[in-house]
C-alpha cells in the first residue's frame, strides 16, 4: 500500500490531481489507512500497538509525500506563471496622451499673475447670479434701456445667467473694508448672453474683471494698467486704443480695442474691415455704483474694467473664428500645448 500510495504520488502531475484524488483515495475516510485504523478495535488487544503504530506510520509517510509533492507542483506552476507573465519593463511603453490647460485657461492665468504681481486679489463669483448684483447694483434699474445692451438668459425674474462678470464688483465692494486699505481685485469666470454665434461672439464667454477703490484714484491709472497690461500680453506687434464708451456702471467709460491680425492694408475680415477688435470695457466706477454697495463715493472712487479673454486669445494665436475654442476637437486645442 505505502509503495503503491508513493509512486502513485510520484506520477501525479497537477495541484489538483493531488489535493482531490490521490489524497482522497489514500487518505479519505473510505480510503484503505482509514479504514485499517477503524478495523484495528477488532484485532486481539495485543496485536493493537503494533498494526496502530503501522498504519500510522504509512499514513505519515503518505501524508509527507503528499505535501512534498504538493510543494513542488505549487512551485513549477508558479515558476510557470512568473515565466509566462513576465513584463520586459525595459520595452517602451504605450505612450498616454498627456493633457494641458485650455488656451482661454493659460491666458486667464497670464492675465492673473500680471495682476497678482500688481497687488490685486483674485475672487471668484456665481455663474447664476441674482438680478440685483448683476443689474441693480450695476446702476442698471429694471427698466434701464441698456439692459438690451446684454441679452440675458434669465432663469426666473430676479436669477439670471450672469451676462457679465461685473456684479463682482458690488459683490466684493459691499463686504470690503477699507480701513484695512484700497481694493485691489481681479475676477476670472465664465459669463452668458443671447448673443448670435459668429466669428467674434459667442454665447458663453469668458471675462476678467477688475476693479481698484481707493483714495485719489484718476482716469491716468486706469490708461496706465491697460496699457501695461495689453502691451505685456501683447507686446509691441500690436497697437492698442482707448475710445470713449458708455456703460451704466461707469463714468467717462472707455473701450479698448487692439489692431486685427490679419490686416493687409485693405481691410480686416475679422474685424468687420474696420481694423481693429474690441476687447475690453473700462471706465470710473459710477457713484452711484459705490453708494449703492455702501461705499462713501466723496471720499472713494477708482476704476473698473471687463476684458475679454476669448478675444486676447484670438488676436495672440491669430485665430480667426471663437467657435474654434468651444468646438472640443482636440487637433485644434493640441496646438495651444
Ligand atoms: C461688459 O461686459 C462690461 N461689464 C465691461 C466693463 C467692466 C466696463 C467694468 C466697464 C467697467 P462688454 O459687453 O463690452 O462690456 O464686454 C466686455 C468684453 O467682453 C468685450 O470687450 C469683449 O472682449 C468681450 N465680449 C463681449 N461680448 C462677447 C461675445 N459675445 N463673445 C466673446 N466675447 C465677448
Known sequence: LRDDGIAQINQATDVNEITKEIKVNLLGKKGPITQALRGIKDLPVEKRPEVGSYANEIRDEIQNALDAKLT????????????????????????????????????????????????????????????????????????????????????TKEILMRTQTSPMQARTLEKHDFSKGPLKMISPGVVYRRDTDDPTHSHQFHQVEGIVIDKNITMGDLKGTLEYLLHQLFGNKYDIRLR????????????????????????????????????????????????MAGVDADVYGGFAFGLGPDRFAMLKYGVEDIRDFYLNDVRFLSQFN
Not at 488656451?103 to 471668484?124: L, R
Not at 458708455?246 to 467709460?253: A, L, M, Q
Not at 490686416?263 to 468687420?272: E, L, P, R, S, Y
Open 72 to 155: 513542488e507542483l505549487e512551485n513549477k506552476a508558479l515558476e510557470a506563471q512568473l515565466v509566462a507573465e513576465k513584463i520586459d519593463v525595459t520595452l517602451p511603453s504605450t505612450p498616454v496622451a498627456k493633457g494641458h490647460p485650455h488656451v482661454i485657461q493659460s491666458i486667464i492665468d497670464e492675465i492673473c499673475d500680471m495682476f497678482i504681481g500688481m497687488g490685486y486679489e483674485v475672487k471668484s463669483g456665481p455663474e447664476v447670479e441674482e438680478d440685483k448684483y448683476n443689474f441693480e447694483m450695476m446702476n442698471l434699474p429694471k427698466d434701464h434701456p441698456a439692459r438690451d445692451m446684454q441679452d440675458t438668459f434669465y432663469i
Open 244 to 291: 470713449p464708451s458708455y456703460f451704466p456702471f461707469t463714468e467717462p467709460s472707455v473701450e479698448a480695442d487692439v489692431t486685427c491680425f490679419k490686416c493687409d492694408g485693405k481691410g480686416c475680415d475679422v474685424c468687420k474691415h474696420s481694423g481693429w477688435i474690441e476687447v475690453l470695457g473700462a471706465g470710473m466706477v459710477h457713484p452711484n455704483v459705490l453708494k
